[in-house]
T-cell receptor, first 113, second 116 residues
Framework: GAGVSQSPSNKVTEKGKDVELRCDPI?????LYWYRQSLGQGLEFLIY????????KSGLPSDRFSAERTGGSVSTLTIQRTQQEDSAVYLC???????????FGPGTRLTVL | AQKITQTQPGMFVQEKEAVTLDCTYD???????LFWYKQPSSGEMIFLIY??????QNATEGRYSLNFQKARKSANLVISASQLGDSAMYFC?????????????FGKGTMLLVSP
């Protein structure tokens, strides 16, 4: 079946602009995760959804970052007033339930100029 | 202390040989899970293999096996009969109660290069 999809695959933006990154999980997967991968920090957890609720937002680096998930499916990660340090690859993963293996999408490469 | 330590930034292996990628972990939990993912240059993280802390047998998936030594807190990935397509970054990751059991903590990764 179809895997996790993310869009856009690449996004270049100017400092101070807002961006929205989209994740479409594997059909039927109730858990959804966002991670960030950058050269200096490696892979970092950002936020986790179970259904539409986000029990764990502990990884969001600042209040400029927010995420939502509607209908238990698609999720959007929004970064407001982007900064150069936000440049990274943003990876989305989903799993059938919380305790299952996570399957990743191809990522969105964000470049903030 | 780092939760996941991968001490080999890079490894070289010849095609058809076996290679071991090291991973040590740190947790005080009794229940945890260990994962290995492959990330080729395309960027996608591909799940390879999983080992639960209570699993008595070492996990195997095709050419991949996990050498799980609980007392040493190590979970090394063994790739048998390397192929050119195995060239990629390999990440060890752990899920434990401390991290909410829902999220993965990743190591820094090991870059594997397979030569003909």
């Amino acid at each position: 079946g179809a895997g996790v999809s993310q869009s856009p695959s690449n996004k270049v933006t100017e400092k101070g602009k807002d961006v929205e990154l989209r994740c479409d999980p594997i059909s039927g997967h109730t858990a959804l995760y966002w991670y960030r991968q950058s050269l200096g920090q490696g892979l970092e957890f950002l936020i986790y959804f179970q259904g539409n609720s986000a029990p764990d937002k502990s990884g969001l680096p600042s209040d400029r970052f927010s995420a939502e998930r509607t209908g238990g499916s698609v999720s959007t990660l929004t970064i407001q007033r982007t900064q150069q340090e936000d440049s990274a690859v943003y990876l989305c993963a989903s799993s059938p339930s919380t305790y299952d293996t996570q399957y990743f999408g191809p990522g969105t490469r964000l470049t903030v100029l | 202390a780092q939760k996941i330590t991968q001490t080999q930034p890079g490894m070289f292996v010849q095609e058809k040989e076996a290679v071991t990628l090291d991973c040590t972990y740190d947790t005080s939990d009794q229940s945890y899970g260990l994962f290995w993912y492959k990330q080729p240059s395309s960027g996608e993280m591909i799940f390879l293999i999983y080992q639960g802390s209570y699993d008595e047998q070492n996990a195997t998936e095709g050419r991949y096996s996990l050498n799980f030594q609980k007392a040493r807190k190590s979970a090394n990935l063994v790739i048998s009969a390397s192929q050119l397509g195995d060239s990629a970054m390999y990440f060890c990751a752990m899920r434990d109660y401390d991290s909410g059991y829902s999220t993965l903590t990743f190591g820094k990764g090991t870059m594997l290069l397979v030569s003909p």
